[in-house]
């Protein structure tokens, strides 16, 4: 996520779950801060100064008279840490200067820091391109994916960490630096000079046409562009030929509010309310509306959400709805509906503080209260895995209040965004995934191998077509070199019971080589079952009503039983 750079305290809003503030993170933070909060204009409580005076002294007893010497800096950051953590409030945290000013240097948040354009990850002893990015100095090099970079300004870069070589391939725009690369297939190393540049990661990796004027928008987060992206991907499927529109914010977990008010403010009338934040403090209740006039009236929309879609992807999503302006498809969304600040902190510091939660035009909070702290994971074997591995809920709960739309059409509360029309992905048989499970104890080791074993495809079949599809024979090979040269643990009963699994990440791992994300997108739309009805609804619909009809249609063939897509009556 992206920050204001205020020097004042406050900072710019951000998206995330859960608000507290209670006058032991008042008193820890003045205490880091250097004087106490009577001098930062908190309100005063004999009750409260007590307590600061209270932990004052326990403070200078066990900086003064503990047995062994202690780090009087270290104990105040943690019980820093210690009153946040009473919050159950997984983003709301205290951030040291250091990691600080390394997330920012990592972001590319700091102007006065560029890169060379590399998506970088250690394989083995050495640091391996996984891909150059489009318009980088790598790229336009001739950096490919899969060369290693053994050595960076004339140091040998062996059993480097991934952040070791990250830090030395960053630095001011302009500046150059040089590397060794080894390629495979080529004997000896060859030597690169880059010029170093500002890297803009982007938003929407691609845009495209699909069939009968469906164009295709992924957005992958919600960063400072991403409203502008999305604008100039709209204008130029227009250009061919653009009749109806998915917007894909599958696995999209937000980012920045103001972009997600500039997404949602593309598809409205200008003067349509899109958000309300509420918060204790002053300053933090506020409304916000579309201010430009709609991009495209009239044109058939759908949005594609999953349960990895989140805050951001939720205010689009959830506003379009409220709006009846655009068919939300998929599963029920993760319900990270609260907004963030940044406090800067004297030092350098930073305290992240969820100060506000949101609510859709309608009412609605998208924040779902979960028994479990936030970001606790389950362990996989209780998870339910869709074909290319990733973990797929059921849906969402049967019993949520309903509400009405602008236009009357009944939407669900209970936090998240249930979408109009629930479509869960395909899923692996119950065999398939404990195989799966089974391969996942090496997934670094297959992640890798599969990495590698594209890079080698890609390079021995110079002519490869886009509807390429491995052999019986290509898989053996593959689990040979599982087996041999990674000694994975795996039996061959196993790794032919995961066969579809292993596939689809091979062909897309290679499509992604080959041709890119596009690539890779295009190569696996056969395996996405929701795309596929979101099309079909598309090609049906001439005007945004007729999403909502084929929707109700759909629901109520859904009760009869599902078929292959997931939607009946749409195959």
């Known amino acids: 996520m992206a920050e204001n750079d205020n020097m004042n305290s406050q900072m710019r809003p951000q ?36 307590q600061a005076r209270l932990f004052q002294e326990v403070l200078d007893y066990v900086t003064e008279q503990y047995v062994d010497p202690v780090d009087q800096s270290a104990l105040i950051e943690s019980a820093i840490t210690g009153v946040l953590e009473e919050l159950n409030d997984a983003h709301t945290s205290f951030i040291d200067s250091e990691t600080w000013d390394a997330l920012r240097f990592r972001s590319g948040a700091d102007a006065d820091y560029g890169g060379v354009g590399l998506e970088i990850q250690k394989q083995g002893e050495w640091v391996t391109v996984i891909t150059p990015l489009p318009g980088g100095p790598a790229l336009r090099a001739g950096i490919r994916a899969g060369d290693r970079v053994i050595d960076v300004e004339g140091v040998s870069a062996k059993d480097w960490a991934t952040d070791q070589a990250a830090n030395l391939l960053r630095g001011r725009p302009g500046t150059d630096v040089s590397l060794l690369i080894d390629r495979p297939g080529v004997d000896e190393p060859i030597p690169f000079t880059l010029t170093r540049a500002v890297i803009e ?18 957005l992958a987060v919600f960063s400072e562009t991403s409203g502008r992206e999305v604008h100039d991907a709209i204008e130029r499927l227009q250009e061919e030929g653009l009749t ?84 939300v498809m998929g599963n029920r969304t993760y319900g990270k509906g609260s907004v ?55 849906g969402a709960p049967e019993e949520l209040p309903t509400q009405e739309s602008l236009g009357g059409r009944t939407i669900y509360g209970g936090g998240g965004i249930t979408p109009d029309l629930v479509v869960l992905p395909d899923t692996l048989s119950a065999s398939e995934q404990a195989s799966v499970q089974r391969l996942f104890r090496s997934a670094g080791i297959f ?56 596939r689809y990440q091979l062909e897309r791992e290679i499509a992604l080589q080959a041709w890119g994300k596009e690539g890779a997108f295009l190569r696996t739309l056969g395996n996405d079952g929701l795309l596929r009805d979101a099309i079909e609804i598309l090609k049906r619909a001439e005007i945004p009503e007729a999403l909502f009809d084929l929707a109700s249609d759909a629901r109520q063939t859904q009760a009869v039983g599902a078929s292959a897509s997931g939607v009946p009556g749409l195959n």
């Not at 990661?201 to 992924?218: C, D, K, Q």
């Not at 003067?271 to 430009?292: C, F, K, M, W």
């Open 340 to 394: 963030q600040t940044l406090f800067r902190l004297s030092g350098g510091s930073i305290l992240r503080l969820t100060t506000a939660r949101w609510f859709t035009p309608v009412g609605r909070s998208i924040q779902i209260v979960r028994d479990e702290p936030e970001g606790s994971a389950l362990p996989v074997e209780s998870l339910t895995l869709g074909v290319g591995g990733e973990p797929v809920t059921r």
């Open 244 to 327: 109806s529109l998915i917007l894909d914010l599958r696995d999209n977990p937000g980012g920045l509010l103001e972009e997600g008010v500039g997404v949602a403010d593309l598809f409205l009338e200008d003067g349509s309310p899109i958000l309300e934040t509420r918060g204790r403090a002053a300053g933090q209740d506020q409304h916000y509306g579309a201010v430009n006039p709609e991009m495209v009236p009239g044109l058939p929309v759908v949005v594609l959400v999953n349960e990895r879609s989140a805050s951001a992807s939720e205010i689009v999503a959830g506003a379009l709805q409220d709006h009846d302006r655009a068919l």
């Open 15 to 50: 998206l995330s779950p859960g608000s507290l503030w209670g006058p032991l993170v008042v008193l820890v933070v003045a205490l880091v801060t250097g004087g106490w909060f009577l001098q930062r204009g908190v309100a005063q409580s004999t009750n409260v100064y007590l």
């Open 447 to 502: 992640a890798t191998a599969s990495f590698n074993h594209a890079v080698s495809y890609v390079q021995d079949h110079a002519d490869l077509e886009p509807g390429f599809t491995l052999s019986a024979a290509d898989l053996d090979r593959f689990y040979q070199t599982l087996v041999d040269e990674h000694e994975v643990v795996l039996d061959e009963s196993d790794f032919m019971t995961a066969q579809r699994y292993v």
């Open 201 to 218: 990661l982007l938003s929407v990796p691609f845009a495209t046409m699909l069939e009968e004027g469906v164009g295709y928008i992924p």
